[in-house]
């Protein structure tokens, strides 16, 4: 079956500039949790949804980021007034419920110049 | 502050030996801990996990050993094959289940023929 799929695979934005990074998760997959990846890091929690609503933000790094996921499916990643340190791998990952494995698309590579 | 830590960068292994990946964590909440493999331009794949209430599970060829007093995990692959070249991510949470992880900066297996 489908996996995670993320869209666009690379995003490249001059600093400053809004971007949005999107995220269909696999069907019938309640929770759903976006990552961060920097160059020789693991990946890094920014937040998590359990249906429509965000359940732990807390990894976000600041106000510049924000997340949605309006019918409980598809979510956006909104990122405004992006900076050279925002450049990294987003990944996108969903699990059939709570306490399941997590299952990662194969992520958003974004480049700010 | 690192929870979760991978103190090998990269291991190197003949073909047909074991392979033996390590890591170790801070965190005394922390009561389940996966496994994830990754391929480069690919998300992290979920290979094998355990609950604290174990010190032992195995799948195939793949088995992950839980050390709780000294707070330390082992990955086990026997017999190592050229796929298993991948880096290989150590991640943990609290609460019994896969939200929220916390990951370590992944070792790089090399599977030499």
């Known amino acids: 079956g489908a996996g995670v799929s993320q869209t666009p695979s690379n995003k490249v934005t001059e600093k400053g500039k809004y971007v949005e990074l999107r995220c269909d998760p696999i069907?019938?997959?309640?929770?759903l949790y976006w990552y961060r990846q920097s160059l020789g890091q693991g990946p890094e929690f920014l937040i998590y949804?359990?249906?429509?609503?965000?359940?732990?933000d807390s990894g976000l790094p600041n106000d510049r980021f924000f997340a949605v996921r309006p019918e409980g499916s598809v979510s956006t990643l909104k990122i405004q007034r992006t900076e050279r340190g925002d450049s990294a791998v987003y990944l996108c990952?969903?699990?059939?419920?709570?306490?399941?494995?997590?299952?990662f698309g194969n992520g958003t590579r974004l480049t700010v110049t | 502050d690192q929870q979760v830590k991978q103190n090998s960068p990269s291991l190197s292994v003949q073909e047909g030996r074991i392979s033996i990946l390590n890591c170790d964590y801070t965190?005394?909440?922390?009561?389940?801990f996966l496994w994830y493999k990754k391929y480069p331009a690919e998300g992290p794949t979920f290979l094998i996990s355990?609950?604290?209430?174990?010190d032992k599970n195995e799948d195939g060829r793949f088995t992950v050993f839980l050390n709780k007093s000294a707070k330390h995990l082992s990955l086990h692959i026997v017999p190592s094959q050229p796929g298993d070249s991948a880096v290989y991510f150590c991640?943990?949470?609290?609460?019994?289940?896969?939200?929220?992880?916390?990951f370590g900066k992944g070792t790089h297996l090399i599977i030499q023929p």
């Open positions: 355990i609950s604290s209430i174990k």
């Open positions: 991640a943990a949470s609290s609460g019994g289940g896969a939200d929220g992880l916390t």
């Open positions: 990952a969903s699990s059939r419920q709570l306490n399941s494995p997590l299952h």
């Open positions: 965190n005394s909440m922390f009561d389940y």
């Open positions: 069907s019938g997959h309640t929770a």
């Open positions: 949804f359990q249906g429509t609503g965000a359940a732990d």
